[in-house]
């Protein structure tokens, strides 16, 4: 790849009691967490699929299957810096990031700064060039029921 190009990532769980909730690295006490073969950090998970998509490596059921015991319980975050390794072997950096996450719960606004610090390190970026947002549905679709937990990042490499 020659040129860096913008990466798109998508990342959706359902909930899944008994499990701890995990957004971007960041533990959500009293909620239930997200069913997944790793820990369910959507957030992570969608940032990590972005960043793969702007390198032209895929995605992250291609390099890390739900079928691989090796990345069973896999932290989130731990899964965002291997995507971030797999772009510095195509000689890019992650240069910021945009994320978006769809749920009517938990509200992230009181954790957002928390969450950019935890992203931006696993990103080697500072705090301000890792956005976070959240949206309510409105009772709509999976994550509008309460149900479940929707990401959506956007990454450019340099």
Same mark, same amino acid.
């Given at each position: &790849?020659?040129?860096?190009?913008? @990466?798109?990532?998508?990342?959706? %769980? ?7 909730? &995990?957004?971007? @690295? ?5 909620? /239930?967490?997200?069913?997944? %073969? ?6 992570? %998970? ?6 793969? +998509? ?8 291609? %390099?890390? /299957? ?8 896999? #932290? +989130? ?5 291997? #995507?971030?390794? &797999? ?15 769809? #749920? ?6 009181? $954790? $957002?700064?928390?969450?950019?610090? #935890?992203? @931006?390190?696993?990103?080697?970026? /500072? =705090? ?5 947002? =959240? ?10 029921? +309460?149900? +479940?937990?929707?990401?959506? =990042? ?5």
């Amino acid at each position: &790849m020659t040129e860096p190009a913008v @990466g798109l990532g998508f990342d959706v %769980h359902p909930s899944a009691s008994g499990r701890p909730l &995990m957004l971007g @690295g960041v533990r959500f006490e009293g909620e /239930p967490g997200l069913a997944g %073969h790793s820990d369910g950090d959507a957030v992570c %998970h969608a940032l990590a699929d972005a960043l793969l +998509g702007a390198a032209g490596l895929g995605d992250v059921g291609e %390099h890390f /299957p739900d079928s691989d015991p090796a990345v069973a319980g896999i #932290a +989130g975050l731990e899964l965002l810096g291997r #995507a971030v390794a &797999m772009l510095g072997e195509r000689g890019l950096v992650p240069s910021s990031a945009d994320v978006t996450v769809i #749920a009517e719960r938990p509200i992230i606004a009181p $954790r $957002r700064d928390e969450i950019r610090r #935890a992203l @931006g390190r696993a990103l080697g970026l /500072p =705090a301000e060039r890792v956005s976070v947002k =959240a949206s309510r549905p409105e009772g709509l679709g999976l994550s509008g029921e +309460g149900i +479940g937990c929707l990401a959506l =990042a956007v990454v450019r490499p340099a």
